[in-house]
């Protein structure tokens, strides 16, 4: 079983930082890559950054310049900086695992970033 351990979610003022974690412990499968999703209130869900395993990373220019993917394959860790939040950051923010052995994507359970004004 795989289980993805996601940690940093929270509250914050408009123009705070924050920092998203999310961890596959004991994960022994290759991963192609890691990432973070989010989905807010009545919309659908939508990539934010993903980054594979030789650190090619994609950012949604939503979030371009004020958010940034890293990774660490030994610990089998994906982090997210968020910088200069704004209101509209406000979601539910998912943790995604995609293996090269088998094809499968894996979701974590989500954590709540909320930013007020």
């Known amino acids: 079983q795989v289980t993805l351990v996601e940690s940093g979610g929270g509250l914050v003022q408009a123009g705070g930082s924050l920092r998203l974690s999310c961890a596959a412990p004991?994960?022994?499968?290759?991963?192609?890559?890691m990432g973070w999703y989010r989905q807010a209130p009545g919309k659908q869900r939508e990539v934010v950054a993903t980054?594979?395993?030789?650190?090619?990373?994609f950012v949604a220019d939503s979030v371009k310049d004020r958010f940034t993917i890293s990774r660490d394959n030994a610990k089998n860790t994906v982090n997210l900086e968020m910088s200069s939040l704004k209101p509209e950051d406000t979601a539910v923010y998912y943790c995604?695992?995609?293996?090269?052995?088998?094809?499968?994507?894996?979701w974590g359970q989500g954590t709540q970033v909320t930013v007020s004004s």
């Open positions: 004991g994960m022994s499968d290759f991963i192609a890559f």
């Open positions: 995604y695992l995609h293996t090269s052995t088998d094809g499968r994507g894996f």
């Open positions: 980054i594979t395993r030789i650190g090619l990373t």
